[in-house]
């Protein structure tokens, strides 16, 4: 298993103590993030969770720009977090070496820019065209996750974006009405259905609770127990912990190099 370590340039993130400001601040929180025992970075500059704010691609880039020149200069991967193509693009021209695909690949312009860029992509599952506006799964929420991906996946492969694909379950962008209790009933669902998206043979990129209360470190070890490649997490030190005390398992991951670009 390896982390993503999470880096916000996004003002009203939830996570208060994950956010930067500007490069400086960006590398003490990477040189933190590497110590706890991270490999890579995932950096985003717009928030995707209800109440956020919805900003340009400029204002997005303003925030990001020095962050990721903070975060490269660490030597360690970058993910590039974002929906817009044109944050994408010039994060891409700095050095960014994934696409986590905010949009999950549903624009062309950010199809195109992932053809030609031949780098890794994280895709997750959404329902809708974007986060703010996710329909409710009804039914069986990890075969409507499976279904989606195998609709998805087809799709990009025909567009020719033939690199790799990190597979991402996409809990933070389930439905957003929902209350907490409702809500962690899915995230379990999700979670404990993570298996069946080893059919399509891509790695897993998931992503694990940060709050601090039982029922989410309960989710946190339920997505550790699926043996995920990979982790996006905002306390490295906490997942490597949990992953070790359930016995974490060795799985086959992709090798390093194939996250470059």
């Not at 050095?95 to 895709?123: F, H, K, P, Y």
Request: aromatic residues 6%.
């Amino acid at each position: 298993m390896e982390i993503f370590g999470v880096v916000n340039a996004s003002p009203d993130s939830k996570a208060d103590f994950s956010v930067v400001h500007d490069c400086a601040e960006a590398a003490a929180r990477g040189t933190t993030l590497l110590a706890e025992g991270a490999d890579y970075f995932d950096l985003g500059g717009e928030g995707s969770t209800l109440g956020s704010d919805e900003v340009s691609a400029g204002e997005e880039w303003q925030r990001v720009s020095g962050p990721l020149r903070g975060l490269l200069s660490l030597g360690a991967d970058v993910a590039i977090d974002t929906r817009k193509p044109e944050v994408a693009r010039q994060a891409l021209d700095a050095g960014a070496a994934v696409l986590n695909a905010g949009d999950a690949l549903q624009s062309a312009e950010m199809v195109e820019l992932a053809a030609e860029r031949e780098v890794t992509v994280v895709l997750p599952f959404m329902l809708g065209r974007d986060f703010r506006s996710v329909r409710d799964v009804s039914g069986d929420p990890v075969a409507v996750m499976v279904e989606w991906f195998g609709e998805h996946i087809e799709r990009l492969r025909r567009a020719g974006v033939a690199q790799e694909l990190l597979l991402d379950c996409g809990v933070g962008f389930g439905p957003h009405d929902m209350d907490w209790p409702e809500r962690a009933v899915y995230q379990r669902a999700i979670y404990s259905g993570l298996g069946e998206l080893r059919r399509f043979g891509l790695p897993l990129y998931v992503p694990v609770p940060w709050l601090q209360t039982p029922d989410r470190m309960e989710l946190l070890d339920l997505a550790l127990l699926q043996n995920p490649e990979y982790v996006r997490a905002h306390r490295p030190a906490q997942v490597r912990e949990h992953f070790a005390a359930i016995g974490g398992a060795t799985s086959a991951m992709m090798p390093p190099d194939q996250l470059q670009s």
